[in-house]
């Protein structure tokens, strides 16, 4: 052999393990993904977000980093989301309201159904109605007979209009036939801030952001069919929807994520739920384990978009 035919034979060999290491470096995700969260600090996303991201690093084999973007009851971190590259690396943390309900009741800067994929419902929980510790109010049937002797005179806080909290709030007020002057806030974090700091009287939350708050709240009615509350008689049970209440929160990522990348982190979220750190974290801040893969939810979607459609028209009226 040649010297030039050795020389030739070396530079490809190069090349092939030059290419070979740079597969191996390029492999999904070579770095940190954006966990974009259109709710504010501290409310029940935010939490279970941190949660999950703490986890999910050790089968994913990198950093899930949350981006808490409020505003527009949602859709300023939905739109960046939206109009984010959809190579896997922006994804959004968001819940059935924003996804599924808000497109009946105003024009949105984006299509939910069109431009996103699902990849793993989290979990769902149930909205309960509190009050402050100090509150003359003891039961819901002493705010519901305030709030008739006294029309708009009660404060109510909420995360934005159309969110996981309003429309449970909206479908509990029309069924008890009260009204009340709405305080809206950017996430549930600052809507409970400002219900503690007396802006409000009462309001919605998960149980997330109440079992934080155990000491200084008072819970009337459990959101769900049965009771989440030792002692607090659910909805159901005082003769309301037993739904009231139910928020899916939803991992997506923009429509168009390569196949590949959107199993491998479907394929991690689900070890996720499976992880015994993971479900002792989630326990301790008081939420379920709800797990529903993406195509699985992805047929949930229509059928969803459907029934809110059906209860908006049956709010306006």
């Known amino acids: 052999m040649t010297l030039r035919k050795i020389s030739l034979l070396f530079i490809g060999l190069a090349l ?22 259109p709710l504010g600090a501290g409310g029940s996303h935010d939490l279970n977000a941190r949660v999950f991201t703490s986890v999910i690093p050790e089968y994913l084999g990198n950093a899930v980093i949350v981006k808490l973007m409020p505003g527009a009851s949602g859709q300023t971190g939905t739109a960046a989301a939206a ?5 896997g690396y922006t994804l959004l943390f968001t819940h059935n309201y924003y996804d599924q309900l808000q497109q009946h009741v105003k024009k949105l800067p984006y299509d939910t159904t069109k431009d996103f994929v699902t990849v793993a419902q989290l979990n769902s929980n149930d909205a309960s109605l509190i009050v402050r510790a100090d509150s003359p109010f003891k039961t819901l049937k002493d705010l519901i ?3 008739k002797a006294n029309p708009g005179k009660l404060k109510f806080s909420h995360s934005g209009v159309w969110g996981a909290v309003h429309v449970p709030a909206m479908q509990f007020f029309k069924e008890a036939g009260i009204k009340v002057t709405m305080v809206p806030y950017k996430g549930g974090g600052p809507s409970m801030r400002g219900f503690l700091a007396g802006e409000a009287d009462f309001t919605f939350q998960f149980p997330s952001t109440i079992l934080a708050q155990s000491d200084n709240v008072r819970v009337l009615a459990s959101g769900g069919v049965k009771s989440h509350f030792e002692g607090v008689p659910s909805f159901g049970d005082l003769g309301y929807s037993g739904d009231i209440g139910q ?35 989630i326990k301790q801040i008081g939420e379920n384990q709800a797990f529903v893969n993406g195509p699985d939810y992805e047929m949930i979607r229509p059928k969803q978009s459907e029934t809110y459609k059906d209860l908006v028209k049956s709010l306006a009226q």
């Open 247 to 281: 928020m899916a929160r939803v991992i997506m990522a923009p429509r168009g994520i390569p196949e590949d990348r959107l199993k491998t982190l479907q394929d991690a979220l689900a070890k996720v739920n499976e992880d015994k750190t993971y479900i002792r974290l």
């Open 83 to 87: 109009t984010a590259p959809a190579d």
């Open 145 to 147: 007979d305030f709030a």
């Open 16 to 37: 092939v393990i030059g290419l070979g290491v740079d597969g191996a470096l390029a492999e999904y995700p070579e770095k940190p993904i954006t966990l974009i969260v």
